[in-house]
Structure formats: C-alpha cells, structure tokens
C-alpha cells in the first residue's frame, strides 16, 4: 500500500530471487491455513458417496472434517497437502513474479491503470504457472477424494502410478503419452484462469487505488495489513463467485479417473454428468454463497460455512505476498 517508500536498489538477478521468494512463501503460506477445508471441499466438489451427507447441516464441514479425523487421523485433514505445496509454493512464486512484471510493462504510470489492463496482467498471471503445475494439482486431487479406509495411506507416487496406467490403457494418443493423464481438465482450468485470476488482480488493484484515494495516508499505513486482509478477501470472494461452476466441472474430471481409467471424459460429458445426477445446484455444491442460501436446503446449510474456504485463503496470500515484499524490500 505504501508505494512511496524508496526501496533499495538490487541487482535484476537479486530482485527476482527476492520477487519469486515472496510470492512462493505467500502461496504456501495461504493454502496451509485453509487445508483442511480445502479437502472438504473438494470432496464436495467431486460429490463423494461418502462426504454429500454432510451437505445437510450448516456444520456440515465441521462433520466432515471430525469423520476424517475419526477415519483417517489427523494427517487426514492434510492427505494429499504435501502436493498441494509443491504446486502453490512455485504457482504463487512464478504467478506473484510475472505479475510484478506484466503490469510494470503494462500499466508503468497511473494513466494505464484501467480496468482492461489490470484484467489482462491477471490473466497472463494465471496462465503463466498453470502448465507446470496442474499435474501436481491433478495428483492431489486423486489423494483428497481417496477415502477408502485402509492401513497403507495414499502416497503421491501411488498416485502417479495409477494416473500414468490409465493413461497406457486407454489407447490412442493418451495410450502412447499416458502422461497426458495429468493433465485431465487442463482445458477448463485454464478456460476458468482467465477470468478468475484476471478477476482477483483487477478487484485488487481497483480496491486498493480506491483506498488510496479516499483514505489519508496516516490511515493507510497503521491499518495497511487489515485493509489487506479486506480487500484480498473481497478479490477471491468475487473471482470464485465467477468461475465456480467451470471449478467444479475441472474437479470432476481430474477425479474422473477413479471410475472412467481408460479414458479422459471431456467437458460435455461432465457437465451432463453433474447436471443429470446432481442437477444446476451441483455446479454450486460447496460454495458458501447467500444467493444460494433459498434455492436449496442442502446447499444452502453449508453455503456460508465453505466461503470461509476462500476468504482467508486470498486475503492470507495477497497480505502475506505484500507483507514478504515489504521484509524482502522490493
């Protein structure tokens, strides 16, 4: 927030350490503290025979969580977390880095700020880390939705295992490069970038030029971290509520795996999927939106409960990225 203040000079090389160090640790940072929901919600997402009957109570999440704790142990709530760093940490580092970046070339003073700009810096962001990381979110997906109670945990290289024989047994293309496998939904995810990290940056920037300009700078700087928390949380709050249907055909079909191995089901046949079985609320199914709260009794119970999953999660990262950029001194 506080732009004004020099910063020391740094070398190119010096500076993208510094820059790609800050975004790493804000994204793995953020994604640690919501964990644990994060599960949840993804066995939400994917409609786990075992998990949608925690979709009845307005503590359905809560349920949830204790029947994995029951199940599974404690390291339940994280099963699958470790991938989920090994994506968000150079995810966060790459995205946060190319963002400094692209919107220093694009926007150098305040004349380019526009809206148009701000959206197209956050979607070559999203789109800049996604074809290096999604298989890793791919593998954690498939440990997240793995619910069958044994003695053996699921490891990621079980995972990758199984993913790469679907890949050989499906003939074809996928046949001969099964790790084509770790990249089921590849295309609706980064359909959904677009407009979902495009939509974070731009809520960002916009909210915090608005408080720069309506707030003295006394104010700015003694509340700068909760002002932070706000509008990071208003960016990921409005990005979600935009693109959660396209999330949840994308969770679908990296799950897909487990009953349709020899081959990849493309977008139509999950969105016929989710819509024959569960109907328009299952493109909704853990998102903690009021609007939804009267559509659907089941839905609308765990509505608000899960939106916390996405609250603190981008306002944690965007707080933290500034705060590691301000320690970094860049």
């Known amino acids: 927030m506080n732009d004004d203040v020099p910063r020391r000079k740094f070398s190119e090389t010096e500076q993208l350490a510094r820059s790609v160090f800050a975004g790493g640790f804000a994204g793995g940072v953020a994604k640690t503290a919501v964990a644990p929901l994060e599960r949840v919600k993804i066995l939400l997402q994917t409609h786990n025979a075992d998990f949608m009957r925690f979709s009845g109570t307005w503590r359905g999440p809560v349920f949830a969580m204790q029947h994995i704790v029951r199940t599974q142990g404690f390291r339940g709530l994280f099963q699958g977390h470790t991938l989920t760093l090994a ?36 979607a070559i962001t999203g789109m800049s880390a996604l074809p290096f990381t999604y298989p890793f979110e791919l593998i954690r997906v498939r440990m997240a939705v793995e619910t069958i109670q044994s003695n053996v945990r699921p490891t990621p290289w079980n995972a990758v295992r199984g993913i790469m024989a679907e890949g050989r047994s499906s003939g074809g293309i996928t046949g001969l490069m099964p790790f084509l496998h770790f990249y089921r939904g590849f295309t609706v995810s980064l359909l959904g970038t677009v407009p979902y990290r495009g939509g974070i940056f731009l809520v960002w920037e916009t909210l915090n030029a608005e408080a720069k300009a309506r707030l003295s700078p006394a104010t700015l700087e003694s509340n700068k971290n909760t002002i932070r928390l706000v509008i990071g949380a208003a960016a990921g709050t409005i990005a979600q509520v935009a693109t959660y249907p396209l999330e949840v055909v994308r969770r679908t079909q990296q799950a897909s795996g487990k009953g349709t191995p020899n081959r990849m089901i493309g977008f139509r046949e999950t969105v016929n999927s989710v819509w024959t079985t569960v109907g328009w609320r299952g493109f909704f199914t853990g998102l903690g939106v009021g609007l939804f709260k009267q559509a659907s009794s089941r839905l609308g119970k765990i509505c608000i409960v899960l939106m916390l999953l996405q609250v603190p999660m981008h306002a ?13 001194q860049i």
């Open 87 to 122: 994506r968000a940490i150079p995810h966060a580092a790459i995205g946060y880095t190319v963002y400094d970046k692209v919107s220093a070339r694009l926007m150098p003073d305040e004349e380019h700020k526009t809206s148009g700009r701000r959206l197209v810096a956050g």
């Open 316 to 328: 944690i990262s965007l707080a933290t990225w500034q705060l590691a950029k301000e320690g970094l």
